[in-house]
């Protein structure tokens, strides 16, 4: 006779450790060598990003140390399309990667964790900086994204806070990469397929090879640079569906800011308007016919916006230069721009005195062929080489001579 089965007695809290939520996560796609091949490229965009931007922020910059360079004429405008294309790219890459490495998010502490120990901290430390790391790229994709679709739905300055967090994106970005340096270098050396930096319960096959996953990424990052780069590369026009100035314009020019976005009228171009350059007490009034009666000279320059557009144009007009020798203005002083605009940002600005001289700066009166039309500054714009287009003034009506 057999003794009965004792019944087991239904414990009523789990016994052993509950099996964490990271666990559930089981795809070996979701691996170090993924992460690591995704972020080194989301790196290089990054990388690439934040230098392009940097020399754009300074281009803006009113008392530059070191003068911003005219030459090349195209420099910020390839520069720029650098910067957006990079931000492009970086978001496929961004989302796959967070995609890869989240389950990391629901790790388990050390424990425990009401009592301070090294374990904890360096542990709390690295999840904090990756915090900060992946708060800011999201920021920075986003906030650029939304810039460059020219959509503006927040209160603060973007330029503002898209440089700020631009020091802190790089700032947690090489932290990051500093701390995983061993895994990275390790990863990077062996074949896609290792797993000896993986986590224990990432073994599942997964729906495609690692492989594929990756080639994937690589073809969205591609698509996300082809569908925006057509804003500043013109072959690429009819690829880029999310591109939002796609060379469509009057004069064959996108239009950024509209007169009447900016409250100036046909009228206030009319018989009454003058242009006044100033130095000190001296001051030189010129009425359209002056100053259509002025030697011209024509350039091809390209308007390029920091929002990520850019298209070229003939401009012809005047010297900067030939109407500051009407003041006798001695060379490399800088020059504050004066438009008839009464609303919004960008109506006054100043062009260095590097500009000024340049020969091939101009206060154009046409565009090809044509006399400017009024969303393009009619009656007179600046327009100079290898700046970023918020500087390129439109509606001017006062040049002042800066000491
Ligand atoms: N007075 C004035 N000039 C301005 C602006 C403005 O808002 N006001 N916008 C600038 C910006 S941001 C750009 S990109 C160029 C665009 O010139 P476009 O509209 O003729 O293409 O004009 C610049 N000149
Ligand atoms: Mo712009």
């Known amino acids: 006779m057999t003794a009965p089965e004792p019944t087991p007695v239904p414990s009523p809290v789990p016994r052993g450790p509950r099996p964490g939520v990271e666990e559930r996560f089981t795809s070996r796609l979701r691996s170090a060598a993924v992460a690591a091949r995704v972020g080194l490229w989301l790196g290089v965009c990054f990388g690439v990003a934040f230098l392009t931007g940097l020399l754009s922020h300074y281009a803006q910059v009113p008392d530059q140390p070191v003068a911003f360079p005219t030459v090349p004429v195209w420099g910020y405008r390839v520069s720029q399309g650098i910067h957006v294309a990079a931000g492009s790219a970086a978001v496929p890459l961004l989302l796959v990667k967070l995609w890869t490495v989240y389950p990391r998010l629901f790790e388990a502490l050390p424990r425990p964790l009401t009592r301070p120990s090294r374990a904890l901290l360096a542990t709390s430390l690295e999840r904090g900086s990756i915090a900060v790391l992946v708060a800011s790229a999201i920021f920075q994709l986003a906030s650029g994204l939304v810039n460059i679709?020219?959509?503006?739905?927040?209160?603060?300055s973007f330029r503002t806070s898209h440089y700020a967090l631009a020091w802190v994106a790089i700032g947690a970005l090489v932290v990051h990469v500093a701390v995983k340096l061993p895994v990275i270098r390790d990863?990077?050396?062996?074949?896609?397929?290792?797993?000896?930096?993986?986590?224990?319960?990432?073994t599942g096959p997964g729906p495609v090879s690692r492989r594929t996953l990756l080639r994937g990424t690589w073809a969205a990052a591609g698509a996300a640079v082809l569908l925006t780069a057509g804003?500043?590369?013109p072959w690429l026009r009819r690829v880029s569906?999310?591109?939002?100035?796609?060379?469509?314009?009057?004069?064959?020019?996108?239009?950024?800011?509209?007169?009447?976005?900016?409250?100036?009228?046909?009228?206030?171009?009319?018989?009454?308007?003058?242009?006044?350059v100033v130095r000190g007490d001296r001051v030189v009034s010129l009425s359209r016919a002056d100053l259509a009666g002025l030697a011209q000279r024509s350039r091809t320059l390209p308007i390029a916006c920091v929002e990520g557009w850019s298209a070229s144009g003939t401009w012809t007009g005047v010297p900067v230069r030939a109407l500051l020798d009407l003041v006798g203005a001695p060379a490399g002083g800088d020059v504050r721009v004066v438009s008839l605009q009464t609303r919004r940002a960008n109506a006054v600005t100043v062009l260095p005195g590097n500009f000024a001289d340049s020969p091939d700066a101009l206060l154009a009166l046409s565009l090809n062929g044509e006399p400017l039309s009024l969303d393009h500054g009619s009656p007179a714009r600046i327009i100079a080489p290898d700046r970023p287009g918020v500087l390129q003034t439109k509606w001017v009506t006062r040049l002042e001579v800066l000491a």
């Open 187 to 202: 990863v990077l050396g062996a074949p896609l397929e290792a797993s000896a930096h993986d986590r224990p319960t990432a």
């Open 149 to 156: 679709t020219q959509w503006y739905p927040w209160g603060f």
């Open 231 to 233: 804003a500043t590369v």
């Open 241 to 276: 569906v999310l591109a939002v100035r796609t060379g469509e314009g009057p004069q064959g020019v996108p239009v950024n800011r509209s007169a009447r976005a900016a409250g100036v009228t046909a009228a206030m171009g009319g018989a009454s308007y003058r242009l006044e």
